[in-house]
């Protein structure tokens, strides 16, 4: 297991500096961040003298490796547009995109599940077809139209939820959250609901799919030879081999609530790293946009190694060939 860990870790340092390399030099074409730093008539020398003091005009390759090893020691520059270290702007926007994606993410997978697994059992009845026509519109529909509804009927319509914001925060040491307050979930429900729709409809149609195969499967006919309840077939070994590939996507969806929770934040402008990278986009600041895809990356291969080990625990078979000689 150990051996295995450690393999794992070292793909993910190269997956790291790959996505490093391809996001440095995707941003070198955004445009000239020295034209959002200074006005219009500001002279020639000065733009230089700036151009300089950022290391504009070093190499690429240089500018890269100077980037690299600094955002191994969790130092990604200046901002050009705050004028603060990225860090510190990324430690205080991460609380807010962090918690949206855990709430996001719990009302995916406890809804799907519940939703799949009376899909499969009752999937004649009316509220099973029901879920399936959600099912569709989760997926059809685009997040920002989405968020867009549930603002008009919610906020506008309703007046029951607010339309932006994080509402009231409390800090805890370097953490600031919102699920203390009332105001705080009130602010995070629609945002929620809007950036966990998707996944919550693909996560019910594969426990949906799944279940009725494993129900195919000859050791649940034995199962029911042997004369065990439903509730034990249905919960105590059908759905527990739905879990394995639920968790896989799972893991794999965390990583992409936080890397397109970018549309959900504009939206509903949540104050996290999503629309920290928006602004950044529009201002061509690279630190910001470079540490932003940096840290997204990070989050994926966290996820998958996390996926990895759970695959281990969830599946004998895959423990007992970890075990075996090579």
């Known amino acids: 297991m150990i051996a295995f860990i450690i393999r794992r870790i070292l793909q993910a340092i190269g997956v790291l500096i790959a996505v490093g ?3 440095f030099s995707m941003f070198r074409f955004a445009g000239d961040p020295v034209n959002q730093l200074v006005g219009i008539d500001t002279p020639a020398a000065e733009r230089e003298a700036l151009r300089q003091a950022l290391g504009l005009d070093d190499p690429v390759p240089l500018q ?9 020691q969790f130092d990604f520059g200046i901002s050009y547009q705050f004028r603060q270290p990225v ?6 926007r991460a609380p807010a995109t962090l918690e949206l994606a855990v709430v996001a993410t719990i009302f995916a997978l406890v809804v ?5 697994v009376y899909s499969a059992l009752r999937r004649d009845t009316a509220l099973a077809k029901a879920f399936q026509a959600v099912s569709l519109i989760g997926i059809s529909l685009p997040t920002f139209l989405i968020g867009i509804l549930l603002i008009y009927v919610f906020s506008v319509s309703l007046g029951w939820l ?10 805890l040491g370097g953490w600031t959250t919102g699920l203390l307050t009332g105001s705080g979930w009130a602010a995070i429900v629609m945002p929620a609901v809007t950036l966990g729709l998707f996944q919550m409809t693909l996560i019910m149609r594969l426990v949906r799919a799944e279940m ?9 006919r034995f199962a029911r030879a042997r004369g065990l309840t439903n509730r034990a077939i249905h919960f105590g070994h059908a759905l527990k081999n739905t ?3 639920v968790i896989t996507v799972a893991g794999l969806q965390f990583g992409s609530v936080i890397a397109f929770a970018i549309i959900t934040e504009t939206v509903f ?23 932003y895809l940096m840290f997204v990356g990070a989050i994926f291969v966290f996820i998958n190694l996390v996926v990895d080990i759970l695959y281990t625990i969830v599946d004998p078979r895959l423990r007992s060939s970890l075990r075996a000689p090579t």
């Open 21 to 23: 390399l391809i996001a």
């Open 162 to 171: 607010p339309s932006f914001g994080r509402g009231e925060t409390v800090r």
């Open 112 to 116: 799907g599940i519940l939703m799949g």
């Open 243 to 245: 879990l394995v590939p």
């Open 87 to 92: 860090s510190d702007l990324l430690a205080s």
């Open 64 to 72: 890269f490796a100077r980037y690299i090893v600094e955002a191994a």
């Open 269 to 291: 402008q949540w104050p996290g790293m999503g629309l920290l990278f928006v602004q950044a986009v529009q201002n061509v600041d690279i630190p910001i946009m470079a540490a």
């Open 212 to 220: 009725l195969e494993v129900l195919r499967t000859d050791y649940i």
